[in-house]
Every structure is written in C-alpha cells, then in structure tokens.
C-alpha cells in the first residue's frame, strides 16, 4: 500500500517548468519573439531568446554553450549535426526569407525593379550598409559574392558600412547610411526603417529557416512543444508580418 501510494503522488505531482535556451538567426529572430509570450504563457516554460548569425551560432555550439532549441539555415544545421549537436531528425523546415533595401522612412525610395537599377542604387548611395560577411551572417555573405558578380566590389568597398550581426538598418536612423541591405524580416524589424522592396528575382537570395533540438537539452518534450508551435498556424500567421513566408 506504501509503495502504491508514492507511486501515485509521483504520477499526480506537477510537471516542473522548464527555462529553455532558444538561439535563433537573425532573420527568424523577430518570429520567436513573437511567438514567446504565448507559448510561456500556455505551457509555463520560460524562454531565453539569444540572436546571432548563423556563424555566429555555430561558433559558439562548437565552443560549447548549452541550448535547446536553435534556428537557423539548414547549411548550418547540418554542420551541428555533423558534430553531434543537434538530435537526428529533430531538424524542421519553418520559413523562409528574401534580401531586400530599405531606407529612413520619409527619404527617397531608390529604383531597384531591375538589376541593372539596384546596381545603379548601390553606386549612387553615399553609403550602403548590410552584415559584416566575416561575421558569418548569410545577407552579408551574399552580398559580398553579389558586388563582385556584378563588378562593383572596388566600387561598393569605401561606402560600405559594415554590421558585426544585428540589424544592418538600424544605422539608417543615426545616418551613419543611406540605403541598407539585409534580409526582408530584419529590415521591418527596425521602427522609422521603410522596406522599399526586395531584390530582383534575378538577384534575389531566398534562405530556408529551420529548428532543431539540442542533443544535451534538459527539457526535450519543451523543446520539441516550441518547435511544433514555430510551425503551427499560429507561427505561420505572424511570418507575414515579419516579412517571412513559409518554406
């Protein structure tokens, strides 16, 4: 009757919250963000939103800081997986995002409809801000292989405004720029910043956001419940809003 009785204030007794480290891309950030109040709010797990690149992040895995949850691209995923740091096959695809301008809300909107007037923009700014590539930030790292395709590396090189990860357009507001170039979620992110569009298609770079559960996570069953609710209609819903779309 004892061991019965412990057996059953064991079973009754309620599950202990769980506090999960969330890292999160720069461009998928601004989602888990929204989505985290409600998932706190319903579940009372409590999140820890931490942002960086997508190297930036793997960089610090490989390094050995502790999560539960990452997203990010799954060219970055499959190198944590390479390492054992994610569980296998917790990977899922939850949106995807375009590169696009923007500029101070009230300044002239620059014509990038085609290539050869994005290219014309670029030149014609004073200065054009977008992720520093060495900070492993995909935008950045485009953009840098992007300048040199269409010949104007040397050119884009004095007026280029470098962010070490972030929001590139937040130097929009203290004039350190004219024009900044980052992946469309991250653009509206920043409040006074205008999205004057994205890229041409020919130009354009779409990069798939996906999460994945940490292979020494301390509360998988959380973790697994705030992946499944990044890719529920809820999550799909604020995507829009963000400048995201499903993958």
């Known amino acids: 009757m004892i061991r019965w009785i412990a057996a059953f204030l064991l079973l009754a007794a309620p599950v202990r919250a769980a506090d999960l480290v969330v890292l999160s891309a720069g461009a998928i950030h601004s989602v888990a963000l929204a989505m985290a109040p409600g998932f706190e709010a319903s579940t009372g797990n409590k999140l820890d939103l931490r942002n960086d690149t997508v190297g930036g992040l793997v960089k ?71 992720i520093d590539p060495a900070s492993g930030g995909s935008s950045g790292i485009y953009l840098a292989k992007l300048f040199q395709t269409l010949g104007i590396a040397d050119a884009m090189r004095p007026k280029s405004v470098l962010v070490n ?9 203290d004039g350190r720029a004219d024009l900044a170039v980052q992946q469309i979620s991250e653009i509206v992110a920043v409040p006074g910043v205008t999205l004057v569009g994205p890229l041409p298609a020919e130009i354009q770079l779409e990069t798939v956001y996906a999460g994945a559960i940490a292979t020494g996570s301390a509360a998988p069953a959380a973790a697994e419940a705030f992946l499944t609710l990044m890719n ?8 829009t809003q963000k400048g995201l779309s499903a993958p």
Not at 62 to 72: A, C, Y
Not at 100 to 105: K, S
Not at 165 to 173: E, F, Q, R
Not at 232 to 239: D, E, N, Q, S, T
């Open 60 to 130: 610090r895995i490989s390094g050995g800081e502790t999560f539960d949850v990452v997203l990010m691209s799954p060219a970055g995923l499959d190198q944590l997986a390479r390492s054992g740091k994610i569980v296998a096959g917790s990977g899922i695809k939850l949106a995807k995002v375009g590169v696009g301008v923007g500029v101070r809300t009230g300044s002239p909107a620059p014509d990038i409809s085609s290539v050869s007037a994005f290219k014309a923009a670029m030149l014609g700014a004073r200065s054009v801000a977008y």
């Open 165 to 173: 990860g972030g929001l590139a357009a937040k130097t929009l507001l």
């Open 232 to 239: 529920g209609p809820a999550a799909r819903a604020v995507l």
